[in-house]
């Protein structure tokens, strides 16, 4: 079988937005503010995140209405292609689908339950307001008691000091889980 794909040239304003990303890169190399290394899920930096998004970088594709900049996919791509292609610190907002890029709000503040609001702030605030809001509505539903907020995964340690509702961290419970059922199996 044999695959042709098109070769097309993107829209003007894609590759401005190529070159405006390059420059803005390296001058961020040039004054020290990240180094290259590891891979993109292991680069946590808030202030780079909170940089792409004062420049309208994170939440591009979203509705205005939530904060974005209803840009375009390929924009977004472009965006995508050159932050992976310098191994930039993206692992705060990549998840949250590039939020909205404003500041964090102040602490003494409860965070924030609906998604577009919660998530605006940038992962791991965002996603403590979502999971806060979460938790509350299951609590609800439920006896208050039963419910145990437990966070799991690799950002777990990240998003449950931004979420008073989390009871415990066990970034691994899942696999374990996963080990147990596969033991049990083959026992």
Known sequence: MRFRFP??????????????????LEEERAAGKWRGGGDFATHY?????R????RGWLGMTWP??????????????????????ANAPVAAHWIADRPG?????????????????????????GYGGVVEGMAAR????MAPAAVKVIAT????????PHAPCIE??????TLEGLRLIHERHNA
Do not use: C, H, W
């Not at 299951?138 to 539903?141: I, V």
């Open 138 to 141: 299951l609590k609800e539903e």
């Open 101 to 125: 890029g404003a500041p964090p709000p102040p602490q003494e503040k409860p965070p924030p339950t609906n998604p577009p609001t919660a998530i605006k702030p940038g992962p791991p605030l």
């Open 45 to 49: 930096d808030p202030a780079f995140s």
């Open 64 to 85: 205005r209405r939530y904060g974005g900049g209803e840009r375009s996919t390929l924009e977004r791509l472009v965006l995508s292609e050159e932050l992976l292609a």
């Open 153 to 160: 995964g690799g950002m777990a340690g990240l998003i449950a």
């Open 7 to 24: 070769i097309f040239a993107l829209p003007p304003q894609a590759e401005a937005l190529r070159r405006e990303v390059r420059a803005f």
């Open 168 to 173: 415990g961290v066990e970034p691994m419970l």
């Open 51 to 54: 940089r792409l998004g004062a």
